[in-house]
Protein backbone atom coordinates (compact mmCIF):
# COMPACT_ATOMS: atom_id res chain seq x y z
CA UNK A 1 0.00 0.00 0.00
CA UNK A 2 1.04 3.50 -0.99
CA UNK A 3 0.38 5.06 2.49
CA UNK A 4 2.39 2.34 4.20
CA UNK A 5 5.64 3.20 1.93
CA UNK A 6 4.78 7.39 2.84
CA UNK A 7 5.05 6.55 6.50
CA UNK A 8 8.17 4.57 5.91
CA UNK A 9 9.97 7.17 4.19
CA UNK A 10 8.58 10.11 6.52
CA UNK A 11 9.82 8.32 9.22
CA UNK A 12 13.29 7.75 8.03
CA UNK A 13 13.25 11.46 7.36
CA UNK A 14 12.31 12.32 10.72
CA UNK A 15 15.29 10.07 12.07
CA UNK A 16 13.33 6.77 12.83
CA UNK A 17 15.48 3.79 12.17
CA UNK A 18 13.79 1.85 9.31
CA UNK A 19 13.91 -1.91 10.30
CA UNK A 20 10.93 -4.49 10.08
CA UNK A 21 7.13 -3.43 11.15
CA UNK A 22 7.51 -4.46 14.87
CA UNK A 23 10.62 -2.14 15.25
CA UNK A 24 8.65 0.89 13.23
CA UNK A 25 5.96 -0.01 15.43
CA UNK A 26 7.76 -0.05 18.88
CA UNK A 27 9.62 3.55 17.78
CA UNK A 28 6.46 4.58 17.32
CA UNK A 29 5.19 3.74 20.41
CA UNK A 30 7.71 5.96 22.43
CA UNK A 31 7.39 9.39 21.39
CA UNK A 32 3.58 8.47 19.53
CA UNK A 33 1.69 6.32 22.20
CA UNK A 34 -1.42 7.70 21.26
CA UNK A 35 -1.20 7.01 17.75
CA UNK A 36 0.33 3.20 17.66
CA UNK A 37 -2.39 1.85 17.25
CA UNK A 38 -3.51 3.09 14.25
CA UNK A 39 -0.33 2.26 12.27
CA UNK A 40 -0.72 -1.60 13.60
CA UNK A 41 -4.55 -1.45 12.80
CA UNK A 42 -3.57 -0.05 9.29
CA UNK A 43 -0.48 -2.61 8.67
CA UNK A 44 -3.00 -5.40 9.42
CA UNK A 45 -5.32 -4.32 7.10
CA UNK A 46 -2.80 -3.64 4.30
CA UNK A 47 -1.38 -6.87 4.37
CA UNK A 48 -4.88 -8.79 3.97
CA UNK A 49 -5.15 -9.92 0.60
CA UNK A 50 -9.01 -10.04 1.04
CA UNK A 51 -9.58 -6.30 2.40
CA UNK A 52 -12.68 -4.89 1.20
CA UNK A 53 -12.85 -1.30 -0.25
CA UNK A 54 -14.30 -0.45 3.22
CA UNK A 55 -11.46 -1.58 5.39
CA UNK A 56 -9.07 -0.24 3.04
CA UNK A 57 -10.61 3.41 3.46
CA UNK A 58 -10.18 2.78 6.67
CA UNK A 59 -6.63 1.82 6.87
CA UNK A 60 -5.91 5.21 4.92
CA UNK A 61 -8.06 7.08 7.86
CA UNK A 62 -5.28 5.26 10.13
CA UNK A 63 -2.30 5.90 7.95
CA UNK A 64 -3.67 9.40 7.68
CA UNK A 65 -3.79 9.46 11.58
CA UNK A 66 -0.37 8.47 12.17
CA UNK A 67 1.41 10.37 9.30
CA UNK A 68 -0.56 13.91 10.87
CA UNK A 69 1.15 12.48 14.34
CA UNK A 70 4.67 12.55 12.81
CA UNK A 71 4.19 15.68 10.92
CA UNK A 72 3.19 16.92 14.19
CA UNK A 73 0.08 18.92 12.59
CA UNK A 74 -2.53 19.94 14.91
CA UNK A 75 -5.72 21.25 14.16
CA UNK A 76 -5.36 24.55 15.66
CA UNK A 77 -7.57 27.58 15.10
CA UNK A 78 -5.72 30.78 14.28
CA UNK A 79 -6.98 33.72 16.48
CA UNK A 80 -5.93 36.81 14.49
CA UNK A 81 -6.88 40.01 17.04
CA UNK A 82 -9.32 42.69 15.76
CA UNK A 83 -7.03 45.54 15.06
CA UNK A 84 -7.62 48.79 17.43
CA UNK A 85 -9.89 51.51 15.91
CA UNK A 86 -7.35 54.14 14.31
CA UNK A 87 -8.29 57.86 16.29
CA UNK A 88 -9.26 60.16 13.58
CA UNK A 89 -7.97 63.88 14.30
CA UNK A 90 -9.31 66.57 12.54
Known amino acids: MQA ?3 V ?3 MAKRGYPVGDFES ?5 SVDH ?4 HHYR ?5 ALRDDA ?3 ELRKAVVHY ?3 FDELLEVRD ?3 EVPLAKPLAVHS
Open 33 to 36: PDVV
Open 24 to 28: RAADI
Open 76 to 78: VKL
Open 64 to 66: RAL
Open 4 to 6: DQL
Open 8 to 10: REL
Open 41 to 45: GAQAI
Open 52 to 54: STE
